[in-house]
């Protein structure tokens, strides 16, 4: 500092009148829309991928719509809430898919004939329990499937 005004470290001008923060704050503003702007298109992207959308169809109506808005928009929501975290962390995380054949799932109620309502939801639990035994309850989508409509 006896030889030379600016430091060569940090570059500190003795006597200068401008604060050492001019520009700080813009240029992290800009490098947070940046990263911002990346990671809205990598999770557009991500979803966007027909493996993952295929697994939309197990998620819940409120949450199908909140992900659809989303891939229509390219936009994440105003706020971003746990819900909205939720459905897409519901939705990369991925299902088991469970698909039975729906005259197999109707014959297996109608081989209970006349019953009392606890009954047969009872033997519907169990067959659903039975398709989905030893996965994640979590992480399981059950479908039927009819043969009839299926080409």
Known sequence: MKTKHICPKCQFTLGGNEPLVKGAVESIEDEIDTLLSEWTTTLHNTIQDPLVLGQKQYLKADQQKAIDDF?????LPERIDTFFI??????LEG???????GTVFVDKLITLGACEPDTLK???????DGLS???????TGLSLRDR???S
Do not use: C, H, P, W
């Open 122 to 128: 009872s033997k519907f639990n169990e067959i659903v």
């Open 133 to 139: 035994k030893g996965k994640d309850k979590q992480n």
């Open 148 to 150: 009839r409509f299926m």
């Open 71 to 75: 891939v229509g928009s390219n936009v």
């Open 86 to 91: 939720t459905a897409v962390k519901a939705l």
């Open 95 to 101: 299902f088991d898919a469970v698909t039975m054949d």
